[in-house]
Nanobody, 123 residues
């Protein structure tokens, strides 16, 4: 049974940084790992994805250059470094996983989800 547990969220001022972590367990196949976010009253949206080897990444346009996704397969952990935070980055951030070798970006492409970690950007 695949389980994903996020951590690292919190309250940060505009312009600040956070590093989110997602630790996975129960994998038996190679998985792409992604981050999504959901703000109050909005649909869950794609943020970033990394393929199983960590060699391919893909970002949503509004975060490219500010967010960096990475993974350490020895630790079964994927990270999301978030820099230059903006008010509109406030959301619950979810880790997701799906078997395969590509870099999918749709919610429906992912089979497994964590419970999320809250990121609040406020002055």
């Amino acid at each position: 049974q695949v389980q994903l547990v996020e951590s690292g969220g919190g309250l940060v001022q505009p312009g600040g940084s956070l590093r989110l972590s997602c630790t996975a367990s129960g994998f038996t196949l190679d998985y792409a790992m992604g981050w999504f976010r959901q703000a109050p009253g909005k649909e869950r949206e794609f943020v970033a994805v990394i393929n199983w080897r960590g060699l391919l990444t893909y970002y949503e346009d509004s975060v490219e250059g500010r967010f960096t996704i990475s993974r350490d397969n020895a630790k079964n952990t994927v990270y999301l470094q978030i820099n230059s935070l903006k008010l509109e980055d406030t959301a619950v951030y979810y880790c997701a996983a799906t078997p395969g070798y590509g870099v999918p970006s749709r919610v429906e492409d992912f089979d497994h989800w964590g419970k999320g970690t809250q990121v609040t950007v406020s002055s």
